[in-house]
C-alpha cells in the first residue's frame, strides 16, 4: 500500500527564519508526482510547489524548494525567510501516474510563524 | 488560474433534512472530481472519486446511499448529504482534475474548491 507520512504534528519558526518540513513516502512505482498543499486558517487548499519524480533537480517557487531524495522516498518543504502569512497547516501528497488520479496525502504539520 | 466553485460555504440544517453541495469548475472541463470530507486538525480523507458520466467510485466504508454523488457534465459535481444526521457534520471539500488536452494546469495536478462546512443540528 502506498503511504505518506509526516511526522512533525507542529511546528513553529521565527518571522524571516528558515523551516524544514518533513515527509516521507512509500510505494513500489516508479513513475509519480509529489505536492506540498497549503492550508490556511480559510480552509482553501493552495499548491506550494509540485515534484515529478522522474526529474532529479529539486522544485522551487520563490521560498520554497523542496529536498527529493527519491532513493529514500523523502520529500521535504524547506521555507525561507518565513513569514506571517506562512501560518497554516501544510500537507504533503502523493499520485501515482496510472491508475486512478486519487491523492494520498499525509496527516500534515501545523506550522505557526512567530512575530 | 483554474477555478472551482463550491457552494454552499456553510449549511445549516436540521436532522433528518437532505443537503446538496455543488462543485464546478469554472475556466476548464474536469472529468474527474473527488470529494473529500476533513475532520478538525485532520487530513483530508477521501470519499468518491466522481467521473463525468459514469457512477463514482467510494472509498471503502463510506455509504453511497448516505452521499450521492452525480456528475452530470464537465464542470459539476454534487454531493447530496441524504437525511442528515449530527454525526455527518463536518468539512467537505471537492477538488477538480482537468481533463486531457485541456492544457489547464499541469499534470497531476487538483484543483480544490474553498470547501462547505456542515452542521447538523
Known amino acids: 500500500a502506498q503511504t505518506v507520512t509526516q511526522s512533525q504534528p507542529e511546528m513553529s519558526v521565527q518571522e524571516a527564519e528558515t523551516v524544514t518540513l518533513s515527509c516521507t513516502y512509500d510505494?513500489?512505482?516508479?513513475?509519480?508526482?509529489l505536492f506540498w498543499y497549503k492550508q490556511p486558517p480559510s480552509r482553501q487548499m493552495i499548491l506550494v510547489i509540485r515534484?515529478?519524480?522522474?526529474?532529479?533537480q529539486n522544485a522551487t517557487e520563490n521560498r520554497f524548494s523542496v529536498n527529493f531524495q527519491k532513493a529514500a522516498k523523502s520529500f521535504s518543504l524547506k521555507i525561507s525567510d518565513s513569514q506571517l502569512g506562512d501560518t497554516a497547516m501544510y500537507f504533503c501528497a502523493f499520485i501515482t501516474t496510472s491508475g486512478t488520479y486519487k491523492y494520498i496525502f499525509g496527516t500534515g504539520t501545523r506550522l505557526k510563524v512567530l512575530a | 488560474g483554474a477555478v472551482v466553485s463550491q457552494h454552499p460555504s456553510w449549511v445549516i440544517c436540521k436532522s433528518g433534512t437532505s443537503v446538496k453541495i455543488e462543485c464546478r469548475s469554472l475556466?476548464?472541463?474536469?472529468?474527474?472530481m473527488f470529494w473529500y470530507r476533513q475532520f478538525p486538525k485532520q487530513s483530508l480523507m477521501l470519499m468518491a472519486t466522481s467521473n463525468e458520466g459514469s457512477k463514482a467510485t467510494y472509498e471503502q466504508g463510506v455509504e453511497k446511499d448516505k452521499f450521492l454523488i452525480n456528475h452530470a457534465s464537465l464542470t459539476l459535481s454534487t454531493l447530496t448529504v441524504t437525511s442528515a444526521h449530527p454525526e455527518d457534520s463536518s468539512f467537505y471539500i471537492c477538488?477538480?482534475?482537468?481533463?486531457?488536452?485541456?492544457?489547464?494546469?499541469?499534470?497531476?495536478?487538483?484543483?480544490f474548491g474553498a470547501g462547505t462546512r456542515l452542521s447538523v443540528l
Open positions: 510505494t513500489s512505482e516508479n513513475n509519480y508526482y
Open positions: 515534484q515529478e519524480a522522474y526529474k532529479q
Open positions: 475556466d476548464f472541463q474536469a472529468t474527474t
Open positions: 477538488s477538480a482534475r482537468p481533463a486531457l488536452g485541456t492544457g489547464v494546469g499541469a499534470k497531476n495536478i487538483q484543483y
